[in-house]
């Protein structure tokens, strides 16, 4: 619980490798992090205020989420008929995903196995100003390779 990332991307878009992920941030600064979850390639976590707070005039940059209860759904390559599952929600300030929808690809047929197993993830949260809050996250899972 105690973990924190070594590197955290500001404002840099994933849209060039994902332009499916472009309208989500659109005019919003983003966060990015990368999570090890035991695959050959990290799992990408933007995050960022969502629109209320932001909207609040809140500018402080808040801290990174650290999770550290994953529970990773293994998908057989293929599966996405993609290059990366795309999922978007919030992480609340008790640190558990919340209102959890994929959005890329649309109809994706293993989406309830996927978000039921995202549901069990446990989160220290993020922090802003040193009070817990809820950050908006789009989660990129990449197919993994044969």
């Known amino acids: 619980m105690d973990g924190h990332f070594g ?15 472009a309208d989500i941030w659109a005019d919003r600064l983003a966060y990015t992090v990368y999570l090890h979850v035991g695959d050959a390639k990290s799992w990408i976590l933007q995050y960022c205020l969502p629109r209320a707070a932001q909207a609040s005039g809140s500018t402080t940059r808040p801290d990174a989420p ?3 209860l994953m529970v990773t759904p293994h998908l057989a390559p293929g599966d996405a008929d993609s290059d990366a599952l795309l999922v978007h929600g919030f992480i609340n ?3 558990h995903f919340e209102h959890l929808a994929v959005v890329f690809p649309e109809q994706f047929a293993e989406s309830r196995f ?16 040193g009070q817990s809050t809820a950050v908006e996250v789009l989660l990129i ?3 993994e390779d044969d």
Not at 7 to 21: C, L, T
Not at 114 to 129: D, E, I, K, M
């Open 7 to 21: 590197v955290i991307v500001v404002g840099d878009s994933v849209a060039d490798e994902y332009p499916e992920a």
């Open 66 to 68: 650290w999770p550290y």
């Open 93 to 95: 300030a008790a640190g």
């Open 114 to 129: 996927v978000l039921g197993a995202l549901q069990q993830w446990q989160f220290r949260p993020a922090t802003q100003n």
């Open 141 to 143: 899972i990449p197919e």
